[in-house]
């Protein structure tokens, strides 16, 4: 059974940062990719930032230039630096890995910036 847990997450001001961490364990296989997705209140769940397990990355439009998705495949660990928060980035952010076209989920980790 693949795990997938997140930390990093808190409150932070408008124009500030934080970095979230997310390890996936539990298969001896690593993952074809790792991501972070975030829902806030009322939204749907979106895509943040996705990177593959030869290091190709994919950002949403409105993190580009903000937020910074870095990987270790073999540790299967993956970390997700955010500058320049924004109130509207406060979510819930999720970490999921793909193996072998499944998608497992952490149970995520609360983000809340303040104006």
């Known amino acids: 059974q693949v795990r997938v847990v997140e930390s990093g997450g808190g409150l932070v001001q408008a124009g500030g940062s934080l970095r979230l961490s997310c390890a996936a364990s539990g298969s001896i296989f690593k993952p074809n990719a790792m991501g972070w997705y975030r829902q806030a209140p009322g939204k749907q769940r979106e895509l943040v930032a996705t990177i593959t397990g030869s290091g190709s990355t994919n950002y949403a439009d409105s993190v580009k230039g903000r937020f910074t998705i870095s990987g270790d495949n073999a540790k299967k660990t993956v970390l997700l630096q955010m500058n320049s928060l924004k109130p509207e980035d406060t979510a819930t952010y999720y970490c999921?890995?793909?193996?072998?076209?499944?998608?497992?989920w952490g149970r995520g980790t609360l983000v809340t910036v303040s104006s």
């Open positions: 999921t890995a793909q193996l072998f076209g499944d998608d497992y």
